[in-house]
């Protein structure tokens, strides 16, 4: 200033002034800023940090998949650490069993099965509900209160160190062990465990695994669950469903490629008839279960994970031109790539994942269902049970030019379609090549039981193929009227037209029943069996044998029983001539011959021998 009174008295006194200045200058900006417009400033970049980077949920969703390198959350341990866990998490119910198990009943409890089956999840459940919260690492042995949970026999390095956990929690009296471990870990470290210098008896712990319940061994002073004896098909949809919850997926309403990309296209398909498509997979990996192809939790949650982003991630999809995502479109779609191809191709990485082979080897959608066939593609106009998006997905799948539209239709009426009806359910029995699969899990899972006319009708037909098998000459169908099962004396593979009969069995000497396959708490799984009434003798019904009666009343000619269910078969047999033998030794003087008569009907001989006479009954 040119003024004296007006200048600083001296430098500090300016810094001050100008110090002030600024404070004064900041808080006038901070009133002018309006807060809408500083909303909407974050807005823009998060929305460019997103078409940059991309929706980060499907880059976690992707790790779970074995299908390419980037499976880094296929395996519990990493999934811990993750953000986007508790979005997808879903409860083992076997895990309230073990909490109590351990906190009130105060038994130590060895979870094991295979790896993969989810045995480590349960136990970091269990260690987040005794402290608040999942372990940051998940250590190979950690203490969760007074409870210490070894996660992974495997992971101990020595063997005698695996040996000396059971040896720590029989003189623990303060505390209780949760030991994990897959079985055949568990089976050595059992093989070197001494318990006051006597080596334990491993046949103990072998018939612990595989009873239909949980064990206890080693004086009482253990229980052992095996995790494999149950499936885990009920929770890996449930996982799929929360996959798909729309907080997931909610930065797509400001994604660039929303509507060309096949990720998305996936979600909003799956999302508009979730329950539906979650159903039809329960159906589809129960089918492989009962045909004895056993998937894990991580092997299905995998596959289900790659079916939705079809091995995409959304730098795939922002390198790709919009030609591009149009013609790939169809053949990434979820009911493709749940078959491990695109409708026509096999996809090379596909192959990967373990649940796509086995479905591949399971021929799904080969047979056909004429009643559809006849009413989808013989008439002009395409009449399809389908609405909401998946009718505009097969509207599109029409105008292609593709050899493959049929198929891949069909698995989208699978998939997606209103299969309510009689019609309906053919149609996913046909589909899924078992025709027995809905009644059987009706019966099985409480949710009808057979009635007194649909139990005779089964056990005519299942005794009437013993009968066939017994004798080695297939019977025509319907024209079966005998009362008896006789049990006669002929080489396997052959037949005779006269045959000696070695007991004799009346039809209401058997029934159907529905039986525990494993029980574990409140969760249990049950299987259908021919039971002898007056005895403990029973045959289990699987599926597999269910589906040969059923075809073989069909008439398929070419159907064979497997060789497996032959064993069984000659088991069941042994064990009938034992009970026989035991309830009938006052008539072992009389030889019945049965005579196979043309058309499938029988003719009982009786022989008796008394003395120096000969005496034939007919």
Known sequence: STEAEQRFASIQEMQDAFAEYSKLEDAVKEDIVEKPETEKTRQVIDVEDLQREGNPFVDYINSLSEASAGNENAIAESQLASDFFDRIFVKNPLSDFIYESLVCDKINVILTGNAGDGKTTIAADIYRRITGEYPQILQPKIRAGDIIIVKDM??????????GVFKDALKDEGNRYLIVSNTGPLLESFRELKINGKKVDESELLKALEVDEPQLVLDDHFMVINIANMDSIEIACQVFERMLNIENWT????????????ISKNVRLLQDDLQTVSHRITLLYRRLYEYDVCLTMRQMTGHLAYAITAGKNCADINAMSVIALQSCLNGSLFFNRFFGDDGNKVIPEALQLLTVRRVQDAEFGTLLDPYFERKAWVKDNVELPLSGEALGVSNNLMETNNHSIRRQVRRLVYFFGLLDNEAGKRYITTFLRSPMLINFLEYTQGITTITKMGEEKYRNQILQVLQEYFIGVRLPEETWQEQNLYLTLTPFGSSAGTQMALATFREEDFKLSVKHRYKVGDNSSYVLCLCHKNSDVEMTLNLPFLDYISRRYEGELAEELSAHYANRLE???????DIYNKQKEDENDYLTLIRIRYGGGFEVIKVHVAGESLEVFS
């Open 154 to 163: 495997s992971e101990l390095p020595r063997q005698d160190q695996r040996a």
């Open 251 to 262: 930065a797509w309403a400001v994604c660039q490629h929303c509507e060309s990309c096949p």
């Open 571 to 577: 088991q069941f047999k042994v064990d009938l001539l």
